[in-house]
């Protein structure tokens, strides 16, 4: 029995699911009430809240609290980024920003401009683009707007760094780890809940040989240093021909069903077996990984149209957009559907 539990209530849940429940994540009573034994498996919004970690191990022993603090944890980000010959933009607290503003205006006033005119202000916990926005030069400037504005620990700022957004998607078992593909984010626009909130992806898109290894050692480095088992993805920017990471997430994400779809793979039940793959299996499931890659000639394009204004939508409308949900224009030249 597959249960579906979601702030939003999404269509495609609530179809997939025997069960589908609207929750609130503040509101954790839904996880005591799962049965013991159950699987879980995590989307956006949870894995940053440590109660509901703890709270989720105790009913499926493949959930480790630990893991998930350790991925998400932007200082581990930085030191496995840099590690792997890959870039971190600079990133500070609000208190490593205040002490390091505080030297530099003692040597030189206008430095903080110069160095970079542009920073972004990202909460700990958000998904999807929600809770990064740009901060002013003149907040930067003046510790107490910092304050005034609600940035506090439970944030980071870091320097804006402009490129092509991609997201790799990965399988880890004790066996080692394989690149399951990569999406192109579709291109931000200014939206009122934030400038860099998901559009959407195309997938699967081929990842240029020249960043591979760099990738593969990134990706060796995290799963030696956490035990991860499972699927996770780590977002990146293509600035020219360097490789910024920005986040890992250590779940589901959205453009995992565009690569399940593109590749036609078992991903969710990979994520489910990992942990008992025997090295035979393993084998078996990077050939057929191999040869999905290699003949693959169709993307996905998935794109989140966001309301400009109020509106309703009638039950038949819902329908009627559910029915075309996949569209397929299998004449085009670049096989996109």
């Known amino acids: ?85 890959l870039k971190f933009p600079s990133t500070h607290t609000v208190d490593e920003w205040l002490r390091s503003h505080s030297e530099m205006i003692a040597e030189n006033a206008t430095i903080v401009s110069q160095t970079n005119p542009r920073w972004l202000w990202k909460k700990h916990r958000s998904a999807g683009g929600l809770g990064v926005k740009f901060v002013d030069s003149n907040e930067l400037e003046e510790p107490s707007l910092l304050r005034a504005n609600g940035l506090s620990e439970l944030g980071i700022l870091q320097e804006h760094v402009s490129g092509k957004s991609i997201g790799v998607s990965f399988l880890s078992s004790h066996h080692g780890t394989v690149i399951l593909g990569m999406a192109e984010s579709l291109s931000l626009r200014p939206h009122i809940w934030s400038d860099f909130i998901y559009r959407g992806s195309v997938a699967p898109v081929s990842i240029p040989q020249t960043l591979v290894p760099s990738i593969n050692d990134f990706a060796s480095t995290v799963v030696r240093s956490t035990g991860w088992c499972g699927v996770w993805q780590a977002d990146f920017l293509l600035c020219e021909r360097d490789l910024y990471l920005l986040e890992i997430n250590p779940r589901w994400t959205a453009s995992m069903e565009l690569l399940e779809y593109g590749y036609d793979l078992p991903l969710v039940t990979w994520h489910m077996s990992c942990a008992q793959f025997e090295k035979s299996t393993w084998n078996n499931l990077q050939k057929r990984l191999e040869k999905a890659q290699q003949e693959s000639l169709s993307k996905f394009r998935k794109e989140i149209r966001y309301a400009e204004e109020d509106g309703f939508v009638s039950a038949e409308e819902a329908d009627e957009w559910w029915k075309r949900r996949w569209i397929a224009r299998q004449a085009e030249s670049n096989g996109l559907w």
Do not use: F, H
């Not at 509901?52 to 022993?61: K, Q, Y």
């Open 1 to 85: 029995v597959v249960r579906s539990y979601d702030c939003c209530g999404d269509r495609d849940t609530r179809e997939l699911a025997c069960v589908a429940e609207v929750i609130d994540l503040n509101d954790l009573s839904w996880i005591k009430n799962l049965e013991p034994s159950a699987r879980v498996i995590l989307a956006g919004g949870m894995e940053d809240c440590v109660e509901s970690l703890d709270l989720l191990s105790r009913v499926d022993p493949t959930i480790i609290p630990e893991q998930y603090l350790q991925m998400r944890d932007w200082r581990n980000w930085r030191q496995w980024a840099l590690g792997s010959g």
